[in-house]
């Protein structure tokens, strides 16, 4: 007795294939859109990495009516984690005073950042009259 088979087990067989294809696309495809959403996702990219210096005689600062400027270790100046320009940090702070010109400013300085952005930084609060100036420390243990 001799067997024939038909041509039904070749079509179940390229129809699997097409279907593994397909499966192994769509796995490629998420696999890369979620990549790209984690690594452009705001809460990853607006995270600022700063490592402030030690001081013996931190304290802990209380109110929410202050302006935080950050200077990074790059030198790299962030308003409110707001990447903002050397030549345009004076405008950004004379636009956050406008409201409220008594308002304290914050300064968050990286531990290994150029001291040259820290004079320009201090150089234009002095030119903005801004009077209450905290600089940001981590309390020795």
Known sequence: MI???GKNDYMVALESVAM??????????????????YTFSPSRVSKLDIRLPKASTAVAL????????????HGEYFMDENKVRATDLK????SKLKDDPSM???LKVDNMAKF????????????????????AAVKKE
């Open 3 to 5: 067997r024939i088979k």
């Open 20 to 37: 593994t294809d397909i499966v192994l696309n769509m796995f490629i495809f998420f696999f890369i859109s979620f990549s790209l959403i």
């Open 62 to 73: 209380e109110g929410s009516d202050k302006i935080m400027l950050i200077i990074n270790k």
């Open 91 to 94: 405008s950004a702070l004379k």
């Open 104 to 106: 304290s400013l914050f």
């Open 116 to 135: 040259d952005s820290v004079v320009k930084a201090l150089d234009v609060i002095n030119e903005l009259n801004i009077q209450k100036v905290s600089v």
